[in-house]
């Protein structure tokens, strides 16, 4: 018989205080599990896997034209180029050329036709990566050139949708705006977002004996990557393994986008039977991988005296690009979060999925919540200039109540609901009401320079909108030297989901964090994963691993009770020991009993979120098992005679629950913050008139630098506030609403842009604010306070 | 004669790279040659700083070490000549992380991880440069990586960490060794690599330089190649015959005279900054916004001017100042105005087998001024829409002399000829301003671009001189919003 590991006897006989949980356990503020990794170097990212001999490096080649029919496709330059080994069209795809993720409409490789600039038509291994990047630009492509749908305009006025149009409704919002005593409308257009993610979209296909494929990938979602490969590849769903073992960022941008190179590179490796890499160039990611969806966003509101709004409708036009992705759910999203954390009333909202000659957009960090809640941040700045209020009292006069006033525009009642405490709470700690005054002085002082000022809350619905998608797995093994190896179905992709996980199982069994180990997701391990999205990993994937090391730990008590004849009162873990009645082991010790008399020490876990279900057909339900919440109040000051701006101070105040991990919340909630803010200011998308990403690098896409943070940048977590739901440990999801809480930039950009009129007016300002729009919207102020002068003249 | 290899220590390790392809980066050289995969490929063209990597290099008397974080995506293998290349891997001892690793894992400055290597090895040359930074000096050092997870205050208080180990880290104990080994280096022959039908060749003294232009006018000069890489990079081209000025003595020279400042072409920027800074504190401040610590580096006034960017912020700087040129041909040398540089887009006086051999700038003198204002989207690493310079001399409030040169306004960085006589022995007035303002419609017409519409050129170029005018006023309002605390 083999030996086990040596174990160290514990020569304690009393366990340690059963607080201390050493290194690991919830609440910690534990560093990222792969921090050692990150600074040294040692982390491995895909294209940092040691070449596999025989490796070859797959590129694309692309559509020059917006949309267009394919009349002749001449590759004999490409195959004959230096390096090359194999070139593929849409016709060498053995199974389905359809890899849409939940609608079709994506081919893998264009079939006939070509719907956006940078299409992918065929595809290239060639024995380097440059040589492959080369071949594919010799290709000669005939176009028969179809009039492209490059406006959100022009596709309405075609009708040209990826989905049909939806609308939400509560009441009978014509009428209550038409009673009201005040009516406004407006419009805005909310430009979209590259993710850029540090590394770019990257997969490795190395085929396997059966005729199989092992997949790496740098994906959110392996499983679909899985399905997606098992279906280009006509072979089934178990000869295809993908492997995550961390990204280099996602942001929503490796949720289905991850699929489209890991399908092309199998492709390949599949045809030359040899392993091939797909990497793509920054400005290929930038041209063929969809983006946060631009929108178009209208609304009419009918409010009382006091700015409480009696009646609204609204209507979110996105910019889906050419096929229909994730745009469903993600319009879905932004007419749910239409209302954001304002109650309605009588409310309509529609949204419509408007088909563009453009890349196809897709997910990004909040997946339509922002572009929604703007509409409604515009309608509070609106309300508040036209009754000459501070904005934050019409926010404030608006917020849903506790016990009345709760019941959002798709019929889920809201609970819990300290939101107006929370911006209470914010509203005296960043000294709003006397910075108020002090900016107001400000401006009547300065003519150059104005400062603005704003609080913006957020309310964020957690769970996926698609119900299915809403339950995890996990497998926790335990190794007879006391060490834990645990895997679940989230991906990392920095947002520390692996560290929390890790000490949720920690917490589990009284053990420090570095006891478990995690690897990389396959879908080998943990089967029929969904996507790493909606902020919902650790609600998801900490439950799941919860369970199986629960289901280990009964195991043990169990055997402990029988073996050493106590009841399970009698038995606890706690710091790295396990206490039996007067005895106490060291976990392995005890392990190692367990192991020895036989007891299963693997267990895999599940998880599904109970409370949730949403009928579309009515447009009702209760979509959200819980609403995350946060507020920012941000000061910015501009320059009235260039538009550019600075952000001097920001204040959060986040309600994370109880935190998991405190260190690596304040992380979400800072990331998300700057990135929201990118998406608001710097980050400008523009096409040409032919439907060309011009902004298709970084030296032209600006996302925030470093001196793009704020001068002061005051953020906090609220306080003993454990979510009412029975989530893990009673923590609440921060992925994505604290990107939102950048809101309050642009609506600061606003509030010092009306002071150039004395807040007469509210302004109209686009998104993404650059110094040009900034300047614009200041022009028009002027204008509209020198028209008003003269109108009081003419009066006079 | 010439070594026909490139030398250089991978930290302490000497490595002689031999018929290698002299269009390879620094960077793949580390990835697919050094196996070496710390550091990571973000964008291939200077823009991010994953790739930061830092080379160690003797200063001018060859008795100490410059650590300059440089982007290894844009930087060519043969520049590595004579350096000591450090990446991420090389800082960690055994099992234990280097001081500046291990702030960032203190402060939690890492999430995905993949931007990381390139900001510890900028924040690594940051404090080998300066042990206790402050914050100014950590935002301008790191102002060239980009990080898309954490917000940047992790980073900021890691690198704000200092640590008395980090000056008794394995590098200032191999010190002494570093510098014998580099200046071994230094005493061979000048570099030279070729593989296939591409050159690489690095002159050591101006008339091996002249020389080797006269027999091959054709070559590419190259200095810091923050631009000319990204030909390679980006386009897939692939340079034949590559001359490196960054090992031409006379190239590397800076002095001050009387009246003037000379500065040879090949001088980075990191290093005759200060100097010009003195002299006009906006343009110091302008060109710390001007690319990154990593391009300017590397990046030099040379290249910068032979490059005939329409949007480079220095040339309609230079201007502005009334700078002057000389350009060398074989062993002619020639002086010009700056301004004459420049004929039309990309198109430049340098004849075939020419070079720029140094720029000269004139001191500043009372009763004048350098105003200098950069206009774009993000206030670090980005290229200006409008770059405005205006060099005014007043004597009793009458402008006498004025020289006032835009960038980002036209084809190639110019005059504003209309706006200047408008002012010009004028006195100095709103009224007067205005005229100019009006001018300058007569002077440009610009362009619309992904970075800023015609409109909004011609409307900020004309607001920066109402500004400008109104900086002369009062000198103590705050009128930018960049310089705001």
Known sequence: ?796 | MTLKAVRFLLNNDPVTLENLEPNLTVLQYLREQAFSTGTKEGCASGDCGACTVVVAQLNKDKTALNYKAINACISFVGTLHGKQLLSVEHLKQGATLHPVQQAFVDHHGSQCGFCTPGFVMSTFALHKQTPTPNREQVLTALAGNLCRCTGYRSIVDAALTTSELIESDSFTQQYQQTVAQLRAIHDLPGAELTHKQHQYYAPKNISQLAEKLMANPQATLVAGATDLALSVTQNLARIEDLVYLGDVAQLQEIEEAAGYIRIGAAVPYSEFTPLLAAQYPELGEMITRLGSRQIRNVGTLGGNIANASPIGDMAPTLIALGAKISLQLGDVERKIALEDFFLGYKKTALKAGEFIKNIYLPKAQSGQTLKVYKISKRIDDDISAVLAAFFIELKDNQVTQLRIAFGGMAATPKRALACEAALLNKTFTLDNISAAQQALSHDFQPLSDVRASDNYRMQVAQNLLKKCYLEYQNSNIATRVVNYA
Not at chain 1, 226 to 247: G, H, W, Y
Not at chain 1, 662 to 677: K, S, V
């Open chain 1, 1 to 796: 018989m083999r030996s086990l590991i040596a174990t160290q006897h514990s020569n304690d006989t009393q366990p340690k205080s059963a607080k201390s949980v050493g290194l690991g356990g919830i609440g910690r503020p534990s560093k990222h599990e792969s921090a050692d990794k990150h600074v040294s170097g040692e982390a491995r990212y895909i294209d940092d896997n040691a070449n596999i001999q025989g490796q070859l490096h797959a590129a694309v080649g692309q559509s020059t034209i917006a949309h267009g029919k394919i009349k002749h496709l001449d590759l004999s330059a490409v195959k004959a180029a230096e390096g090359v080994v194999e070139v593929i069209t849409v016709a060498d795809v053995p199974g389905h050329h359809d890899i849409g993720p939940v609608f079709p409409g994506d081919p893998v490789l264009a079939v006939d036709k070509v719907d956006y600039v940078g299409q992918p038509i065929f595809a290239v291994a060639a024995t380097s990566h440059d040589l492959a990047r080369r071949a594919v630009k010799l290709a000669k492509v005939d176009y028969q050139v179809l009039e492209p749908i490059l406006s959100v305009k022009a596709a309405l006025a075609k009708q040209s949708f990826v989905r049909p149009p939806f609308t939400m409704q509560r009441g009978d919002a014509d009428s209550a705006i038409a009673n009201a005593q005040h009516q406004l409308s407006g419009q805005i257009a909310i430009g979209g977002q590259e993710h850029f993610y540090l590394e770019g979209q990257v997969s490795s296909a190395v085929p396997t004996e059966d005729g199989g494929m092992t997949i790496f990938s740098s994906s959110q979602h392996p499983s679909e990557v899985q399905k997606l490969v098992a279906e280009v590849l006509n072979i089934s769903l178990n000869k295809v393994v993908v492997d995550t073992r961390r990204m280099g960022g996602g942001f929503g941008g490796k949720e289905t986008q991850a699929a489209p190179w890991a399908c092309i590179a199998a492709l390949l490796a599949n045809k030359t039977q040899r392993p091939v890499k797909f990497k793509l160039s920054r400005v290929d990611d930038f041209t063929m991988t969809g983006k946060r969806h631009p929108f178009e966003n209208s609304y009419q509101v009918g409010f009382d005296d006091q700015g409480q709004i009696k009646g609204i409708k609204i209507v979110v036009n996105g910019n889906c690009g050419y096929s229909a992705d994730l745009s469903d759910a993600i319009v879905d999203r932004a007419m749910f979060h239409s209302d954001n954390a304002y109650y309605l009333d009588q409310a309509s909202v529609t949204g419509n999925r408007c088909k563009l000659n453009t890349v196809s957009h897709t997910a990004f960090r909040g997946f339509g919540g922002p572009q929604g809640m703007m509409t409604i941040e515009m309608v509070m700045d609106d309300i508040a200039r036209f009754l000459g209020q501070d904005p934050l009292a019409i926010r404030k006069i608006n917020l849903y109540g506790q016990n009345q006033r709760n019941m959002t525009h798709y019929h889920q009642q809201v609970e819990h609901n300290k939101l107006a405490a929370l911006i209470d709470n914010l509203e005296v700690s960043a000294d709003y009401q006397a910075r108020r005054v002090a900016i107001t002085a400000f401006n009547t002082e300065n003519t150059l320079l104005k400062k603005g000022l704003a609080l913006t809350p957020v309310k964020f619905g957690i769970s996926f909108t698609v119900q299915h998608l809403n339950q995890a797995g996990a497998l926790v093994h335990i190794y007879t030297d006391g060490t834990i190896h645990l895997n679940h179905g989230g991906t990392e992709m920095g947002q520390g989901l692996f560290t929390k996980v890790a000490q949720i199982v920690a917490e589990e069994f009284q053990l420090d964090v570095d006891r478990v180990g995690v690897s990389a997701t396959r879908t080998d391990k943990v089967p029929n994963t969904s996507p790493t999205a909606a902020s919902s990993g650790t609600d998801l994937n900490g439950k799941a691993a919860q369970a199986a090391a629960k289901t280990i730990k009964a195991r043990l008590i169990s055997f402990a009770c029988q073996h050493y004849q106590v009841t399970e009162a009698e038995v606890s873990f706690c710091n790295n020991q396990v206490k039996i009645a007067q005895q106490c082991f060291s976990f392995a010790e005890f392990v190692q009993q367990a192991y020895m008399a036989r007891v299963s020490l693997s267990a895999t876990g599940f998880y599904k979120t109970p409370k949730i279900h949403f009928d579309r057909s009515t447009a009702k339900g209760r979509p959200f098992f819980y609403y995350s919440t946060g507020a920012a109040v941000s000061e910015v000051i501009i320059d009235t005679l260039t538009g550019e701006y600075k952000v001097l101070r920001v204040d959060i105040l986040h309600d994370v629950g109880q935190s998991l991990n405190p260190a690596l919340d304040i992380g979400q909630i800072e990331g998300g913050f700057i990135q929201g803010m990118g998406w608001l200011t710097s980050e400008e998308l523009v096409w040409d008139q032919q439907g060309r990403l011009l902004s298709n690098n970084p030296a032209t896409y600006k996302i925030p630098a470093i001196n793009d943070l704020p001068l002061e940048f005051n953020v906090a977590l609220v306080p003993d506030d454990p979510n009412q739901e029975q989530t893990i440990y009673h923590s609440k999801a921060v992925g994505e609403p604290p990107l939102m809480l950048a809101i309050s930039v642009w609506s600061a950009l606003k509030d010092a842009i009306a002071s150039v009129a004395d807040y007469q007016f509210s302004p109209a300002l686009d998104t993404p604010a650059t110094p040009e729009r900034v300047l614009w919207a200041v022009a028009a102020m002027q204008e509209k306070a020198q028209a008003a002068r003269e109108d009081k003249k003419l009066g006079a």
